[in-house]
């Protein structure tokens, strides 16, 4: 039997930092650093490439994982495994 995940943060955290990883331009661009909570990667912001251009606001960073699940460091929120694990229990796991 998997034990089920036991998250660190709180779901209010993990929500409230589910709003950094769009339309993150600025954010990502004055990080020294910034993880992928769909594959854990942790680099630098000068590694994203890819933009996803919205209709309104600024673009959203892609991780060369091809999903728009990159936080910077700038956002206040702590970018380390623990972290992206468990965001990405919280928003990718069904
Ligand atoms: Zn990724």
Avoid at 10 to 37: M, P, Q
Avoid at 65 to 83: E, H, L, R, W
Wanted: glycine share 8%; hydrophobic share 30%.
């Amino acid at each position: 039997m998997p034990k089920p995940y036991k998250f660190t943060f709180t779901n209010k955290i993990l929500t409230a930092a589910h709003k950094h990883c769009t339309n993150n331009y600025d954010a990502i661009c004055s990080s020294k650093i910034c993880g992928c909570f769909y594959c854990l990667e942790i680099f630098s912001p000068d590694k994203v490439d890819h933009w996803l251009e919205e209709g309104s606001g600024q673009s959203t960073a892609l991780c060369y994982c091809g999903i728009d699940a990159v936080i910077g460091g700038q956002s206040g929120y702590p970018i380390n495994k623990t972290f992206l694990s468990d965001m990405h229990n919280r928003w990718f796991s069904y």
